[in-house]
């Protein structure tokens, strides 16, 4: 079973900056990506940032320029320096893991979310 835990999330004003964590644990054979997502109140959850095993990077339109999506292999992390914020990057943040298990299984898993506020 594989557990992400983030961290970071918070209250900011428009223009400041946030970074948001994640870390995986559990039964981890190989990364496939990791990413974020948000979700705004009464809207469906949309992709952020995605990052590769590779290092690969892509951005949402919406976000691209302003946030940055980092990873370190070996601590098995996912990092989102939001900067530049706007009032409508309100919404919590998810941390997304397309991964192997050690069993040979393909598997996703989500973290349980961080709230992002962004006053105008």
């Known amino acids: 079973q594989v557990q992400l835990v983030e961290s970071g999330g918070g209250f900011v004003q428009a223009g400041g900056s946030l970074r948001l964590s994640c870390r995986a644990s559990?039964?981890?054979?190989?990364?496939?990506?990791m990413a974020w997502y948000r979700q705004a109140p009464g809207k469906q959850r949309k992709l952020v940032a995605t990052?590769?095993?590779?290092?690969?990077?892509s951005y949402s339109d919406s976000v691209e320029g302003r946030f940055v999506i980092s990873r370190d292999n070996a601590k098995i992390t996912v990092d989102l320096q939001m900067n530049s914020l706007k009032p409508e990057d309100t919404a919590v943040y998810y941390c997304?893991?397309?991964?192997?298990?050690?069993?040979?299984?393909?598997?996703?898993?989500w973290g349980q979310g961080t709230q992002v506020t962004v006053s105008s």
């Open positions: 997304n893991l397309r991964a192997r298990n050690e069993l040979g299984i393909n598997i996703e898993s």
């Open positions: 559990g039964s981890i054979s190989r990364i496939y990506t």
């Open positions: 990052i590769t095993s590779a290092g690969s990077t």
